[in-house]
Structures are given as structure tokens and as C-alpha cells.
T-cell receptor
Framework: NAGVMQNPRHLVRRRGQEARLRCSPMKGHSHVYWYRQLPEEGLKFMVYLQKENIIDESGMPKERFSAEFPKEGPSILRIQQVVRGDSAAYFC??????????FGQGTRLTVV | QKEVEQDPGPLSVPEGAIVSLNCTYSNSAFQYFMWYRQYSRKGPELLMYTYSSGNKEDGRFTAQVDKSSKYISLFIRDSQPSDSATYLC???????????FGEGTQLTVNP
């Protein structure tokens, strides 16, 4: 059973471009969470989604950031018009609805 | 005040030592408590999960939860150099709600 798959592992974008991060949850998992981690800091919650629904987006910046988890395909975290401050590691976790959540290896976004 | 407080360390111990890692929290609604291990430039790996107060043991790892004191601990017995990592506590109110993390404690086990 493959774990949570995130791609790309590394992404470099110039200021003003769009970044698109993908997350394929573990088989049988319908709950997806996105977190951001800055260097030397803990994980900060961004958004919680179930298939086709956003359940909790209280940690998501109001502008430029969006997330989706369509009926088919991976969950996508989209950052429009990236700025240097968006540089971070973005982690996705999935869960079958039980309390445990399992993380992917992350996407490291660098904005130049 | 942060919902979850965790001493960032760094913590350095000799091989074979017993390690104690701790978190405190302020939200009395938290019911599920987890410990994750994160190696450098990797994703967090779930180590232990407990529900409500009590102890749980898994090999060299023991997790304790004291809800009355809002205090959780992770003990590592016979620590190994391969245990060197950042340890993150995490907790949630319900099985489907978001996880709230501590800042992580950086542990180094010296051979």
C-alpha cells in the first residue's frame, strides 16, 4: 500500500508565477489535510478537505491560496502570484476518517 | 498564547539514555494525542497515538497523557543514534478535525 504521494518534491517559481502542488492520499483515505512548515518551525494547518468539499479552511490565507480535492484525481494546493514569503515546505496528510493522519514527504517551494 | 507548547530543545543525550519529551496544551477539547518523528527534509512519521488520558507502550516508546494537567509525554528507552530527529506532538478535538502541532523538539543521541 503506497503512502501519501506528493509531487513535485521540489518546485522553483519566480515571483508572480503560480505554484501547483499535488497530493495523492493513501488508498481508501478520503480526508486530506495541507500544512505549511517554515524553517525551524512547526507545522501550521492550512486546509482540511474531503472529496469535493472544503471542511475547514481557517488556516488558509484569504488571498492567492486555494485548494481542491476533486472526485477523481489528487488534491491540489494552488498558490497564485507567489511571493518570497511563500517559500516553505508544504505537507499533505491523509486519513480514512480515524484520528491518525499520515504525511507525505512534502513539496519544497522556493520562490526566486 | 499558543494552543500547544513544546520545548524546542535542542536536546542531546548519550546512547542508551532514557529520553523524556513533553508538551502542554490549553484547549480542554483536545481528545486525541499523537507523536510524530521527523527526520531532516522528510515528512513527519506517526509514532504513537493515544485517546484521552492514560499510557500506551510500543517497543521502546511510551506515550502518556494527563488531561487533568493538560500535559503529554513521550518516553524513549535505550535511545539509539537513529532516534536523532525532531519530535512533534500533535492533538485534535475530534477524529476528523485538524491536527494542532507543537513546534517540535530536536533530539540528538550521541554514540
Amino acid at each position: 500500500n503506497a503512502g501519501v504521494m506528493q509531487n513535485p518534491r521540489h518546485l522553483v517559481r519566480r515571483r508572480g508565477q503560480e505554484a501547483r502542488l499535488r497530493c495523492s492520499p493513501m488508498k481508501g483515505h478520503s480526508h486530506v489535510y495541507w500544512y505549511r512548515q517554515l524553517p525551524e518551525e512547526g507545522l501550521k494547518f492550512m486546509v482540511y478537505l474531503q472529496k469535493e468539499n472544503i471542511i475547514d479552511e481557517s488556516g488558509m490565507p484569504k488571498e492567492r491560496f486555494s485548494a481542491e480535492f476533486p472526485k477523481e484525481g489528487p488534491s491540489i494546493l494552488r498558490i497564485q502570484q507567489v511571493v518570497r514569503g511563500d517559500s516553505a515546505a508544504y505537507f499533505c496528510a491523509s486519513s480514512p476518517g480515524t484520528p491518525e493522519a499520515f504525511f507525505g514527504q512534502g513539496t519544497r517551494l522556493t520562490v526566486v | 498564547q499558543k494552543e500547544v507548547e513544546q520545548d524546542p530543545g535542542p536536546l542531546s543525550v548519550p546512547e542508551g539514555a532514557i529520553v523524556s519529551l513533553n508538551c502542554t496544551y490549553s484547549n480542554s477539547a483536545f481528545q486525541y494525542f499523537m507523536w510524530y518523528r521527523q527526520y531532516s527534509r522528510k515528512g513527519p512519521e506517526l509514532l504513537m497515538y493515544t485517546y484521552s488520558s492514560g499510557n500506551k507502550e510500543d517497543g521502546r516508546f511510551t506515550a502518556q497523557v494527563d488531561k487533568s494537567s493538560k500535559y503529554i509525554s513521550l518516553f524513549i528507552r535505550d535511545s539509539q543514534p537513529s532516534d536523532s530527529a525532531t519530535y512533534l506532538c500533535a492533538m485534535r478535538e475530534t477524529s476528523g478535525s485538524r491536527l494542532t502541532f507543537g513546534e517540535g523538539t530536536q533530539l540528538t543521541v550521541n554514540p
